[in-house]
């Protein structure tokens, strides 16, 4: 019921920064979670940023802390990662992801965006 589209991945140099974006098509629901992960090659999937449908609760996994910044436009539909001070270690494709908990759940991905940080 809800596609998942995002964008905004590229290559960058150590040091810059990069916004990616992932906007949900079809019929979206209150009580979710828009969350951000990331999958390195030979490495599994990590959560990065989470944050619920009113904004007022974030996650960071330690790494990015002080450096991405995870928001959301309820209107838009659109969630939104700011990634600031990059790092080759942040190297990955970031996946999107709207989930609920609550009747009726979801859990959906977005097809993912390479992001790319040379030194």
């Known amino acids: 019921q809800v596609q998942l589209v995002e964008s905004g991945g590229r290559l960058v140099q150590a040091g810059g920064s990069l916004n990616i974006s992932c906007e949900a098509s079809g019929r979206t629901f209150r009580n979710y979670y828009w969350g951000w992960f990331r999958q390195a090659p030979g490495k599994e999937r990590e959560v990065v940023a989470i944050?619920?449908?009113?904004?007022?609760?974030?996650y960071y996994i330690d790494s990015v802390k002080g450096r991405f910044t995870i928001s959301r436009d309820s209107a838009k539909n659109t969630v939104y990662l700011q990634l600031n001070k990059l790092n080759p270690e942040d190297t990955a494709t970031y996946y999107c992801n709207f989930r609920r908990k609550v009747t009726p759940t979801m859990h959906v991905w977005g097809q993912g965006v390479q992001v790319t940080v040379t030194s």
């Open positions: 944050i619920n449908w009113t904004g007022e609760y974030t």
